[in-house]
C-alpha cells in the first residue's frame, strides 16, 4: 500500500458517519476519485457514483458502503444525561465505559457511555447484559440546560477510537466495515482510469444505509442500471480462537478476499472473479452463503429485472466492534483481482443464463 493510498484509507476512518449521516466520507471518497472520472453524481439518497468510460459495454457497478454503526441521541435527563438508540446491529455488552462523540451542529462533543459499576449491582444484576435503555451518555454536563446547549435529539454519536497499525501488516479501527470496501472500490477505479480504459462502462458506488438494511444499494443500483454489480464488504475472519469451523468455514486473515458463492451470487461472475484471481497469482479464499446475503449484495442483485452479481469479501476480526481487525494485504489483493477482472469484461462476456 503506497502513502497516498494509506493517508486515503485513514482519511475514510477519520469520518464519523452511521447511517444517515454519511456526508464527510462522501466527500472523501468524490474527492479522490474526481480527477479521474468522466462524471460523478451523487442521488438523493446521498449515494456517490463516479463513472468511467460512459459509452463502454456492459455496465459494471463496484460498490462500497459509506455508512458505519453508531448511536442515536433519544433523551436528556434533568441531570444532563443522555439517552440513546442504537444505529445498526451492537453487541449490548461492549458499549459500556466507551469513549464516544457526539456530533452536535456546533461540533463534536466528548462523553463517555455509563451504567451501574458492578460494586453496586445485586447478583441477579451481574448476571445479565443491561438493555441500552438502562445505559447513558456522560458528557459531563452539570445540568439538562447546560447538556442542551451542546447536543440535541438526534444528534447521531460514535466510539471515539482511530486506526493503528498492529504487527505483520493488521490493523485496527472501528468503522473498517465497510470503510474498506469503499477503499477498494476507489483504488479499483483509479487503476482502470490510469492506463488503457476498460472496454466496459464502470460505475464506483459509495453507498449509504447498509447497516440499517442496504437502503442505498436499492436506489443506488436502480439509477446505475448495471448488468453487473460486485458488492465489496467485509466478511468474518475466523481464525481466531472459539471458532466451530464446522458453522462457520475457514477464512483467514491475510489469506486473501473471500470470493462467496451462494444464491445470490452470479456463478458466471463469481468464475470471472475467480478467473481474475488465479490470472494475476493473487490469493483468494471461498466462502458459503447460502441464502441471502447479508449485505448490498441482496439489493444489488433484485434491483429492477435483476443484476448478475458478485462479491468480494474483506476478511474481518471482532465486526461490529470499536477495534475491528483486518490485514492490508488483502486489500491490495482486493484491488488487483477487481481490477482484472473489469478489464476482462467486455461486450462477448456472457454474464447471465441464455
Sequence with gaps: MKKDQKDFLKALLECHCPSGYE?????????RVEKSADSIEVDTMGNCMAILNPKGSPTIMLAG???????????IDDNGFISFGTIGGHDRGLIPGRRVLVHSEKGPVSGVTGKMAIHLMTDADKKRIPEVFEMWIDIGAKDKAEAEELVSIGD??????????????????????DRTGVYVAAETFLALAKGKKPKAKVVAV????????????ITSTYGVDPDIGVCIDVCHATDSPGMDLRKTGL???GGGPRLARGASVSPYIFDLLKGAAEKTKTPYQL????????????????ARSGVATGTVGLPLRYMHTPSEVISLKDLDHSVTILEEFCRSVDGKTRYRPE
Design 65 to 75: 458502503h459509506t455508512d458505519e454503526i453508531g448511536l442515536q441521541v433519544t433523551h
Design 206 to 217: 459509495a453507498t449509504v444505509q447498509e447497516e440499517i438494511g442496504t437502503r442505498g444499494a
Design 251 to 253: 477464512t483467514k486473515l
Design 287 to 302: 466462502g458459503a452463503v447460502p441464502g441471502q446475503a447479508p449485505n448490498d449484495a441482496r439489493s444489488i442483485q433484485l
Design 156 to 177: 447521531a454519536v460514535t466510539y471515539d477510537m482511530g486506526y493503528q497499525e498492529l504487527r505483520n501488516d493488521l490493523a485496527a479501527s472501528r468503522a473498517f466495515d
Design 23 to 31: 456526508g464527510s466520507v462522501r466527500e472523501v471518497f468524490k474527492k
